[in-house]
């Protein structure tokens, strides 16, 4: 009996035993990912600024420090990379693109090369100039200026070099979202030529499309990369001041405000990129005025359209549900812009047609009402004969040229220049797969029209959604922009900039279709193009420092004007220091200035030259003597105590040695509200 009752008992226990669910299988990492930053400030005082053109808008200062961020995404199966690196530079030249892959090949040999390399600017107006190897874009500079150049380049590297270091097993989120209040079309009259099919993507005349890519490394994020259209403008050709404009202040809101990073001390920083889509007719300015929209303060505007981005990336960001992955793969291929024969399927009218040596039109001297006029020697979208007549005379620009140019007014045919060589024409065209996600970068700034029009033809052609195909504008190299032929026949200021010629856009959209047919068909592209390297052909106008000279009875560091006694949370310090020129020592990953509050008996630094509340302005006083001033304005929350300014600086001696030295502000009080 004991014996059936224990069969029995073992019958009914495995008649009613409960199967063991098991656990999750979560998806291993599908890549490798790396982010990194690094400064890549250039000459802070007396070199031209990139952007306006303007020969009297000279840098006397910095407001904030200019980085380079840089993502780097490795599949886990095949090693193959993308690296992506977004500057805050107003251009990313042909010089800077030759000089940052060189170096990079001598790091890591094959690994990263201009097929997997993208570098795009933030377009911001005020940085220094005169880092181009191409005339047109270093003539108001007064020339190539090697310190900014090798600062834009070197930060470009050393970003490059933290991602790699920093690489681990990672996942990329990707989230995308719209964001209206931070652009306007600043040429609606053009943008309103193209068909009416076209137009009805945009109803409110913007790209409002807002991107964001978010970098996980065992579940936490280490950086964002976030993409939308606006142009870097809300600081106006008045300003002298060093600054990353609105995208600047957005990844610094980000990185220093939200994730608490603090640029020179941090090891594992957050790194929070704004990248430009097609941003060409999009203005920050939303009042379309120059410095107006959505205040009248150019500050205040930069700071808000910088915020509006920030806002909407990181609730993005932190909503992100879409795991990319899939494949990392990539396509390059050099392009001559000046002759190419684009075929009737890429082209509105359904004809054959060729894209022109380069040649800029009138109203690319009328410049842009709404973000940067001109001198008033001519007017966007209207006839100019006076000033076509002046191009005429000077530069004779053949009928052929003339006619391939059609409605352009050619001023400056900038192709065909009889001395030196203004512009680049053999240019990169460049798709990056990243899983689901593609870049299709352009070495221009397209308009929305331009962009989405190659945006719909890749889709097609790749097979996938149209918004899982981004253009990335102003990558690789710089030619002015990129109009729909319908757009062109206008010759607004954009138009009459779009180098070569009416079909420019369906020109680029044949080359990157290219790129993707052969991306789609897994087949290698072929490139038999390479551009010159004119590294040993440049010139430079611009004065030097010969010495440094303080005022009788001074010293280098000494306080000319100092602060008051006490302040409260909102209020500025100034403070003016004896200093010498800041071409001396960019001090690079450095600073100019550090706000220091006493703990304990020892002064701790609170804030520097790379935060939104300092700023450092450099004024020339006499001859070779010159003052810093030196201002902080105190952010809320800032805790009561008692701070002091410091200025770091360096002189050149008489020698030609570089000294450095120190200024130090008497204590002043901060009191809270």
Aim: aromatic content about 8%; proline content about 5%.
């Amino acid at each position: 009996m004991k014996r059936v009752l224990s069969c029995m008992a073992v019958a009914c226990a495995l008649s009613v035993s409960v199967p063991v669910r098991a656990a999750p299988q979560v998806a291993p990492p599908a890549y490798r990912l790396g982010v990194g930053m690094s400064d890549i400030t250039g000459e802070a005082a007396e070199v031209g600024m990139m952007g306006y053109a303007l020969l009297e808008q000279k840098t006397a200062g910095i407001h904030q420090r200019l980085r380079a961020r840089a993502f780097i995404v490795q599949e886990a199966a095949t090693q193959r990379s993308a690296v992506v690196v977004i500057t805050d530079t107003g251009l990313v030249t042909q010089a800077i693109h030759q000089a940052v892959l060189a170096r990079l090949k001598t790091r890591y040999g094959e690994l990263y090369h201009a097929q997997n390399v993208l570098i795009s600017a933030t377009h911001t107006h005020a940085g220094p100039g005169g880092y181009s190897h191409h005339a047109l874009y270093n003539i108001t500079i007064l020339g190539f200026q090697k310190k900014t150049f090798e600062a834009i380049v070197d930060g470009i590297v050393e970003a490059v070099d933290r991602a790699h270091a920093s690489r681990a097993p990672g996942d990329i989120l990707l989230n995308q979202g719209e964001l209206t209040n931070a652009s306007r079309n600043r040429s609606a009259a053009a943008f309103r030529r193209n068909a009416a099919a076209d137009r009805a993507v945009f109803p409110q005349e913007i790209d409002p499309l807002m991107s964001v890519l978010t970098f996980t490394q065992g579940g936490k994020p280490v950086g964002a990369l976030s993409f939308f259209p606006t142009h870097g403008t809300s600081m106006t050709n008045a300003n002298t001041l060093i600054s990353g404009d609105n995208k600047g202040y957005a990844s610094y809101h980000w990185e220093h405000e939200h994730a608490g990073v603090r640029y020179r001390e941090s090891k594992s920083p957050f790194v929070a990129a704004f990248a430009q889509t097609s941003a060409g007719d999009m203005s920050p300015n939303l009042n379309l005025k120059a410095g107006s929209g959505p205040t009248d303060d150019e500050f205040e505007n930069t700071r808000l359209i910088g915020l509006r981005q920030f806002d909407k990336a990181l609730s993005l960001s932190t909503q992100a549900a879409t795991r990319l992955s899939g494949p990392v793969d990539h396509r390059m291929r050099y392009v001559d812009m000046s002759r190419v024969q684009v075929d009737g399927r890429y082209t509105p009218d359904g004809q054959a047609h060729t894209t022109c040596p380069a040649a800029l039109g009138a109203s690319f001297a009328a410049g842009s009402e709404e973000d940067g006029p001109g001198p008033g020697i001519a007017k966007e979208g209207q006839p100019n004969p006076g000033l076509a007549t002046v191009g005429r005379w000077l530069f004779w620009p053949s009928d052929a040229l003339k006619q391939c140019h059609g409605a352009k007014e050619i001023v400056l045919p900038v192709g065909q220049m009889p001395v030196g060589t203004w512009v680049p024409s053999t240019v990169p065209v460049q798709l990056l797969r990243i899983g689901s996600l593609y870049l299709a970068s352009l070495p221009a700034e397209s308009t929305i029209m331009s962009g989405y029009r190659i945006r719909r033809q890749l889709a097609r052609t790749l097979g996938v959604g149209i918004a899982q195909v981004l253009v990335v504008s102003y990558a690789n190299a710089y030619t002015q922009y990129i109009t729909t032929p319908e757009e062109y026949s206008l010759q607004a200021y954009e138009g009459g900039s779009t180098l070569f010629g009416p079909y420019t856009q369906p020109a680029y959209q044949q080359e990157l279709d290219r790129l993707a047919q052969d991306m789609a068909a897994g087949k290698a592209t072929v490139n038999t193009l390479q551009p010159v390297d004119r590294s040993g052909n440049q010139w430079d106008l611009q004065p030097g420092v010969s010495m440094d000279q303080p005022g009788a009875g001074r010293q280098f560091g000494d306080v000319l004007k100092d602060a008051a006694a006490r302040y409260a949370v909102g209020e500025t310090v100034t403070v003016r220091f004896q200093t010498g020129h800041p071409k001396n020592h960019l001090r690079r990953n450095d600073t100019f200035l550090e706000v220091q509050r006493q703990v304990g008996g020892r002064w701790v630094t609170v804030a520097d030259d790379g935060d939104w509340s300092t700023r450092y302005r450099w004024v020339r006083i006499f001859a070779a003597e010159s003052a810093a001033d030196i201002s902080w304005t105190i952010p809320s929350g800032t805790s009561p105590g008692v701070y002091r300014i410091v200025h770091r600086g360096d002189a050149k001696a008489w020698s030609g040695d570089i000294l450095a030295f120190t200024g130090v502000s008497g204590p002043f009080e901060v009191r809270g509200r």
